[in-house]
């Protein structure tokens, strides 16, 4: 069965500094794919990134990066320099290629303090 | 990646009354899901719901509490019925796009009083 752990609930940090959202996952698929989503207060949730189990390779969009590391199951996010607007609950996901159901961590809340 | 549009926004009803909210997307779409989001909690499928197939039901959830149609691939809606203060939720529709990513409405913020 899949399942995706975040261990941290709530992150708290100053603006400008840089944070690091953990996302560790368990699944019996080869195929599978890995998912981080923003939910701002205002509660819609917005897709940020989708990484498919044969594309290792990390990726960086302006201030937010991804390091997805098959050896520890892991998908961490990581935003730099981070900004007020950055406050939002932010949820790692997974889904397998069989059945494409997405099951959700428990999400990490961030404070972005200015 | 495709649109929906998910109605209510939010709604307050009286317990024992049922709501039914609505998702239309704008591209035909195959799977689509349904999910509650309990105040500060993650997101919980409800259900499964494929155009021309009864929906698939999580654990936790009946059919005769949370009915769902699907009579497209563009529109399907999802019931709460006999409401308690326990239903209080935000309740969201997800579609799976051809790029295996899945879209979310804006989602229905449900307070049963």
């Known amino acids: 069965a899949q399942k995706v752990t975040q261990a941290q609930t709530e992150i708290s940090v100053v603006e400008k500094e840089d944070v690091t959202l953990d996302c560790v996952y368990e699944t019996r698929d080869t195929t599978y794919y890995l998912f981080w989503y923003k939910q701002p207060p205002s509660g819609e949730l917005v897709f940020l990134i989708r990484?498919?189990?044969?594309?290792?390779q990390n990726e960086i969009s302006g201030r937010y990066s991804w390091n997805f590391q098959k050896s520890t199951s892991s998908f961490n996010f990581t935003i730099t320099a981070s900004q007020v607007v950055d406050s939002a609950v932010y949820f790692c996901a997974l889904s397998e290629g069989g059945s494409y159901i997405p099951t959700f961590g428990r999400g990490t809340s961030l404070i972005v303090h200015p | 990646s495709a649109v929906i549009s998910q109605k209510p926004s939010r709604d307050i009803c009286q317990r024992g009354t049922s709501l039914t909210i609505q998702c239309q997307v704008d591209s035909q779409v195959t799977m689509m899901f349904w999910y509650r989001q309990q105040p500060g909690q993650s997101l919980t499928l409800i259900a499964t719901a494929n155009q021309g197939s009864e929906a698939t039901y999580e654990s936790g959830f009946v059919i005769d509490k949370f009915p769902i149609s699907r009579p497209n691939l563009t529109f399907s809606t999802l019931t709460v019925s006999n409401m308690s203060p326990e239903d209080s939720s935000i309740y969201l529709c997800s579609v799976l796009g051809t790029d295996y990513g899945y879209t979310f409405g804006s989602g229905t913020r449900l307070t049963v009083v």
């Open positions: 990484r498919n189990s044969f594309d290792e």
